[in-house]
């Protein structure tokens, strides 16, 4: 068989944050879409594990002990990628331990971004200058994914489109009932998620600023009268659970969502959203994975703006703010009362769009 009509067997490595996991997505749909013979592996931390088994690009899922794990873990990992005799590794943010297990585990077409010594482990190298942000991460991740097919005679998909998580409306449709027997609230008015945290990530609004922006936003949708849903991360609960009370308190019918067991199901969760609110953290990607309707808050140093972190869902479907370039993390420059009105009259356009009553 030539190369242009033989599968291949491909290692992905994207071991981070879950929200860089996230914008690996349209990178992986890519690799799985251009030949659905390709076994798609993802080498991830046991953080993103839950999702990465759920993306529906990705044949297995391994697990990788990190640059802290013991030695006998990292021999463990070594011998089973040997033993999985990959065809290609696509590293879509390089480590020296990362790039010198791929040479050790004999993997023959190592393909990575020409950025950091650490390239100097692989044999393809695709220059893009990342720390410039001219572009969203993701349309970097695809650009790598796109050169690794074309390494391997394989011909990139054309015209990939949202979503990248594509669910069938009966899960948003079970989400939503699940959510309405456990608060008690009403399904058929619109739902707004929230999430206030921020993971460790990017600087955020503080739950003062979210509330502000709550109450703009709510006086602008009087006659929609959604409901708010606050969701949270580990640790960042009883700061949701504050807001939801501040929001309360204005007025407002807002709940915090119940925990969830897993990531997974957590992501899950988000489907039930009509609109997903958060700063530039994990959920914000896994709601523009599923394509739902995004306002992202972000800072505007070059390394985190608003287009190198873009949510990779239509791009009707998103709205960004961030400070002026001149204040670039101080989030209390970001003008409220103006994004409460942009989102407004952006989001009740989306709502006639689909005759959302």
Not at 39 to 57: F, G, I, K, N, Q
Not at 285 to 304: E, M, N
């Amino acid at each position: 068989m030539t190369a242009a009509t033989t599968s291949r067997r491909i290692l992905v490595v994207r071991n981070d944050k879950l929200g860089d996991f996230m914008l690996a997505w349209p990178a992986l749909a890519c690799l799985k879409l251009a030949r659905p013979d390709n076994h798609v592996s993802v080498l991830v931390p046991s953080y993103t594990a839950p999702l990465a088994r759920a993306c529906p690009w990705v044949d297995e899922v391994i697990l990788d002990p990190g640059d802290a794990g013991k030695r006998d873990a990292q021999r463990r990992l070594l011998k089973e990628l040997r033993a999985k005799e990959f065809d290609a590794l696509l590293t879509l943010f390089s480590t020296p331990r990362i790039g010198w297990l791929g040479v050790r585990a004999r993997i023959p077409l190592r393909l990575v971004p020409a950025t950091k010594w650490a390239q100097i482990f692989y044999n393809r190298r695709v220059v893009q200058r990342r720390s410039r942000s001219r572009k969203p991460e993701y349309r970097y991740n695809l650009e790598l994914a796109q050169a690794l097919l074309k390494e391997m005679g394989q011909t990139p998909p054309e015209n990939l489109t949202p979503p990248y998580w594509p669910l069938p409306p009966e899960t948003r449709q079970a989400q939503r009932q699940r959510i309405k027997e456990e608060l008690g609230i009403d399904s058929e008015r619109c739902w707004i998620f929230l999430h206030a945290g921020s993971g460790g990530s990017a600087v955020n609004l503080s739950r003062e600023r979210y509330a502000e922006l709550a109450g703009n936003l709510a006086a602008r949708l009087a006659e929609i009268r959604p409901t708010w849903l606050l969701t949270a991360g580990p640790g960042e609960e009883d700061n949701a659970d504050h807001l939801a009370q501040i929001l309360r308190d204005a007025g407002l019918d807002a709940h915090r969502v119940p925990p969830r067991p897993n990531l997974e199901t957590f992501a899950l969760t988000l489907a039930a959203a009509d609109l997903f609110i958060a700063g530039s953290t994990g959920p914000l990607h896994i709601a523009g994975c599923l394509d739902l309707p995004t306002v992202g808050f972000y800072p505007a140093k070059r390394s985190a703006t608003p287009l190198r972190w873009e949510t990779c869902n239509r791009a009707e479907h998103r709205l960004a703010f961030s400070p002026d370039p001149g204040s670039a993390t101080d989030m209390q420059k970001i003008d409220l009362t103006r994004a409460a009105a942009d989102i407004a009259a952006w989001w009740k356009s989306l709502l006639n769009e689909r005759d959302i009553p």
